[in-house]
């Protein structure tokens, strides 16, 4: 066994090595880091993340249920709502220090347009059918991409926002830290789930730490764009059909009569 | 931004030959069972055989090669980081050492060895993925699904979705082309606005539409849930190839004890 020093030494040479990859993987032109492909992670792992995946799914799909009972036009609603997500989660966002393309999240959106708990379940279905059809992420992984990119991006996103509000931000600055958080934290879950699932007999946290080094280049950027993005879609569409929002979110958002200019309404 | 690259694999389902024609709930049964073995299998030989089985059949039935080809590329590039992750943080057995600004970087055996089976696992299950829906209509998989006990609302909103996100891409692809052509692309600045207000009109003219489309349901019928009944037949033919699926399944698990 190598002594403490040399394995810190060892460790921040991958570091620097992991930074060195992380630049050389800035190219390629879209960028799908945040998916983990099928048969990344050992069995085990896997069906671990399956645990708090279908926990927060079932809840989801209960409250669902609940509501198609209570709102009939609930189900085309959400389907049409998650193919937006879907498709708003494969559009190309520049990145302005490259040149190059990447992909938001989407979920903060999701969970801000529809609450964190259905979100989680549009999510599920986008990163099923992203799986199956453009084999982005997998099914054995699609527990642990569920946990990361559609509970994690949803609930912190959302958390977000209502801190941000109840801080008395504008909507704009509020949607701006939900796509900033929500995707950060989106990436940092992704980066634990590979490196616990990784490190062998090696540490966690310096696994950790090169994985994340080795995606921040892109991802650090990409959490600021989806930010900037997330906040121009949900001020957007809260000046044109404010009542989308607060249907949604009743306390979180106060009736601005003025702020439409220019809308439809 | 959604070029042919973009195309879902299920596109190619819709043609009849030997591998659309096998029953869709033998299908998903096989490629699960295949991902387990995949996950589980402690040598590069099984995923490898599977690659090379599924990868064989879908040329067989005239996917091309190039699409193949991409659909494995984005998996792997994670793969690949991974992989170097693996050498250089997996063992104890020095294999070579880099000399790397006055560092020296050493690569690891046993996390080569690991980082291969990673690699190759990759390869296997992308390949059984790709086999399952390259030949398989997203409408049957989701009708087998439910036959297999998946929540109904989850199968019902897994439809609605697949279904609008072809609608709802036109829309965008129209909207985009009437925002170039004034020059909403021309700088970083503008790209980031145009996009916002595209993802903005994105989400407005889904929910206009999904009023539409709820009246149009309520006017077929619907009352809040689909009716969802799994009438394919399974016939002697699938009994054959449920019988052939199995002894590859067998064989697959085979390989991977003998060589261990």
Redesign the interface.
Known sequence: MLNKGAHWF?TH??L???LA?GLL?LY?APV??M??????L??NW?AVWYVPAILF??IG?LI??RK??EV??I??????????I???S?????V?VTGSCSHPVGTP?GAI?VGPFIST??G???L??Q??????G???TWGANIVSMALVGSFVGFGAFVVFRKLNATIFVAAFAAGLFGDWATYATTSFE?ASA?????SLW??FG??TV??APTQLPLGI?EG??T???????YQ??PE?LSRIIPNVFKPVPSAIEGGSK | ??DSS?I???SFAHKENLVTGIEARTKVAF??IA??I???SPTVYT?LAIALFCLAALIAIGIPSRLLVL??A??????G??V???I????TTALFIIP??G????GYEEGLA?GLL?MS??????S???F??MSTP?NK?LLAAAWFRV?K??I??????????F???EE?ITIRDAQRVRLGYYN?RR???S??????????R??D???R??EA?IARGY????TIAYTEHFGRRDFVAAVCLSAILAILYLIGQVQA
């Open positions: 060892r040479i991958a620097a090595l992991a990859l993987f390629p799908y880091a998916h983990i492909a099928e048969g990344i050992p069995a896997a799914v079932v799909i669902i249920r198609t009972r009939r036009g189900m085309p609603l959400l389907g049409i709502a998650g193919a937006a879907f498709l708003v494969v559009f190309p966002v520049p302005p959106l347009l379940v549009l599920a279905v986008a099923l059918i799986a199956l059809f453009l084999a982005h997998g099914i054995s590979l990784l490190h062998g007999a090696g310096g696994m090169a994985i080795a995606f764009l900037l993005f906040g121009g879609v949900v001020t957007l569409v044109r059909r989308l | 931004m959604f973009h879902f694999s299920d490629t699960v991902l387990v995949n996950l589980l995923p659909r494995l984005m998996p792997l590039v994670m793969a980081v991974v170097i992750t693996q250089f943080f997996y063992g790397f600004w560092f020296n970087l050493v690991r990673i696992r990759v390869i296997g299950g992308v059984l993925i790709i399952l829906s997203a998989l929540p609302i989850f019902e909103l897994t439809l609605l979705v697949y279904r609008y996100i609608v709802l891409l965008i970083w790209s980031m606005r996009l916002s207000i595209l993802g903005g009109s994105l989400i407005l889904a929910y539409r999904a009023e489309v709820f349901m009352t809040g849930t689909m």
